[in-house]
């Protein structure tokens, strides 16, 4: 406590006073200049401090701490007890050559408590005494070593360096949590700051005229994503449309590639997409770009569509990510630009699919996705590797960052900061982006199970827990993988888990839920949209709302053609009543525009948020008129009821950890915890 209060307190209590005042006797010994004062009787009075006397008890602040004296100094003392620092400026000009190589000024400077110093201001101190000096308004450490330490230093850092390692000079994947700190703070020039500010804000970027030969008008934010698109191109750096689904990704880099044409000399694009969307890029390539000329290479041999790449004077080229592997003659045009759509199929960078695409050959790469973390972080890893190659590190560098994420959750920010320039991503929740989407309104429909479910349920865990004691490693992994699918299986319908034919709808809580939901539709005279994981389940289902809608509806799984698919989809959102679609997740939940259904029911759960709401956005997108009504359906008491629990009390680390692997993090679980969630409560 400050002296004056002890004397206060203890005034009458002699042995106390003394014991508090010795600690200024410990004091006097180790500071020579607190020894005066006390000497001369001037310790309990306010002083005036020469700049030498003021330096001289700044010094000696840790011995008198030590001493048990707590000591007030000024902010600036502890935050840079060397007073004078080095900062490194990047990109003040524009270089000459754009690109992730272009060539960035280095710029080091020395700085007083962050105000910039002059060589000469510089100089002038190392003329002067050691101590304290008042410079620009700030008191500044005069310690000739260390000022001629930091101009020796400063020769080191100026020159001329790339743009990515100056960007790497930021997020410093390699380096450990103990040297982060070590060494000068790097801040961005003019240049670079200007630069970064507009990759981020795309509303900044002079607006890029869109071509004549473009039949589509943009909405506001979709034509901030063209002009930052043709932004990006003219800088050489790979870019991530990363827009929620439905928003119009397509439409935007439609509008880029007929502007890409359109500017003169022979450009080739290559556009890699799955299977599933080659007829909804043909179709929006003839609506919104006519003059726009394309290959499309789907079906027949490698050999024979190897002979079109090579003879093919068409601007785009069309294919999908299985042809992509097979047609080698790919490599031998140096592309102008090349986009992968639903480009979270490059997520795992050792599968064979993703090192062809990534071997390709491209001036300029665009990946669409609406994830860009589907599971986990190596993801955005893998396809910032394929935009911009180097700019997250090598895979080895970047799991070391992400792993030191834990201890030091600020290193969220810094990525953040890293990708944000070359990634662009709006949501359909911002008001701001879109205002006249309809809401979204998600509910979970509990349903009871039946008396057979239930028998079921039991004897299968119980069988289950037995079993469990017998396995370990991979086998145990995948037996409880298999039980999981059986327990979903039950959950859906006794007969689709005994392979049996009859399905009726007594037997499934499930069954007689969607009954009531669907009446209820069928009445209004409205649509929907069904989405199940089991292809299996999918018959007896389509006759079974064939039955409640009076009439029937499409079917579409992995095993739809091309051709059915698009003529479905055209159907679906014509002006006849088609009352229902039921899909499978994998081969129904992207790509597809299913504005008319303002219904959508999970008759089973993925248990990974990113793949249900990509289902869900298959209505849920620009077109939509109506409020969206999401239905869930869970079953109570079974471990459906339990991972939703956790997913929705983890809303934040869904996708990171609820959802990283579909199921395999369940797996990770020791016995008495996955007894635990299976277990019919």
Known sequence: MPLRYALTEYGAQREKLLELLSCLNRAAEVSP????????????????????????????????????????????????????????????DKPPLLGMDAILSMVPELMADGVPLTREEVEQLLRQTEGLAFLKGKWVEVNHAKLAA?????????????????????????????????????????????????????????????????????????????????????????????????????????????????????????????????????????????????????????????????????????????????????????????????????????????????????????????????????????????????????????KGYCKRLEDNPEGYARLKAMISPFMLRRVKTDK?????????????????????????????????????????????????????????????????????????????????????ICETIYEKRERVLVFTQFKEIIPWLDNFLAEIFHRRGFTLHGGTSVSARNEMVEAFQGESYIPYMILSVRAGGTGLNLTQANHVIHFDRWWNPAVENQATDRAYRIGQKNNVMVHKLVCKGTIEEKINAMIESKKELAANVIGSGGENWITEMSNEELLSVLRLD
Not at 63 to 83: D, F, H, L, S
Not at 463 to 486: C, P
């Open 33 to 92: 200049l607190i020894g005066e004062f006390v000497q001369r009787g001037e310790m309990f009075h306010p002083l005036r401090l020469t700049a030498e006397e003021a330096y001289q008890i700044l010094r000696d602040v840790p011995v008198i701490e030590k001493a048990g004296i707590v000591c007030r100094i000024p902010n600036w003392w502890r935050r840079n007890a060397a007073g004078i620092s080095m900062a490194v400026k990047l990109g003040e």
């Open 150 to 398: 930091l101009l020796e230093e400063m020769e080191k850092y100026r020159g001329e360096l790339t743009l990515l390692d100056a960007l790497h000079m930021k997020l410093n994947p390699s380096g450990s949590e103990e040297t982060e700190n070590v060494g000068p703070a790097v801040t961005n020039g003019a240049w670079l700051s200007g630069l970064l500010r507009k990759l981020t804000a795309p509303a900044e970027i002079r607006s890029a005229v869109l071509p004549k030969s473009f039949h589509a008008v943009l909405r506001p934010y979709q034509k901030s994503g063209y002009t930052w698109l043709n932004y990006m191109n003219d800088l050489h750096f790979g870019a991530c449309l990363a827009d929620d689904m439905g928003l119009g990704k397509t439409v935007q880099v439609l509008a880029f590639l007929e502007k890409l044409r359109k500017s003169g000399g022979r450009k080739k694009a290559l556009l890699i997409v799955p299977a599933s969307l080659l007829g909804n890029w043909q179709k929006e390539t003839e609506k919104f770009a006519p003059e726009m000329t394309y290959d499309i290479l789907h079906g027949g041999g490698a050999q024979n569509l190897g002979k079109i790449v090579l003879q093919s004077t068409s601007f785009l080229t069309i294919t999908t990510y299985g042809m992509a592997v097979r047609i080698r003659e790919l490599d031998d045009i140096a592309w102008d630009c090349m986009i992968l759509d639903e480009a979270q199929a490059i997520k795992n960078p050792l599968t064979k699919q993703t090192k062809r695409v990534k071997g390709l050959k491209s001036r300029m790469r665009i990946a669409m996705t609406g994830t860009p973390i589907e599971n986990d972080l190596s993801n955005l890893w893998s396809l910032f590797d394929f935009l911009n190659k180097g700019l997250l590190g090598s895979s080895e560098e970047f």
């Open 432 to 516: 701001a982006v879109i205002a006249d989407l309809p809401d979204k309104l998600e509910q979970v429909e509990y349903v009871e199970l039946s008396k057979k479910q239930t028998v079921l349920y039991r004897k299968y865990v119980a069988e289950l827990a037995q079993k469990l004691n017998e396995l370990d490693g991979i086998q145990r992994k995948g037996f409880v993988l298999a039980s999981l699918t059986k327990l979903k299986q039950i959950c859906n319908h006794p007969d689709q888990y005994l392979g049996q034919q009859v399905y009726e709808e007594k037997d499934s809580g499930k069954f007689e839920m969607l009954k009531a």
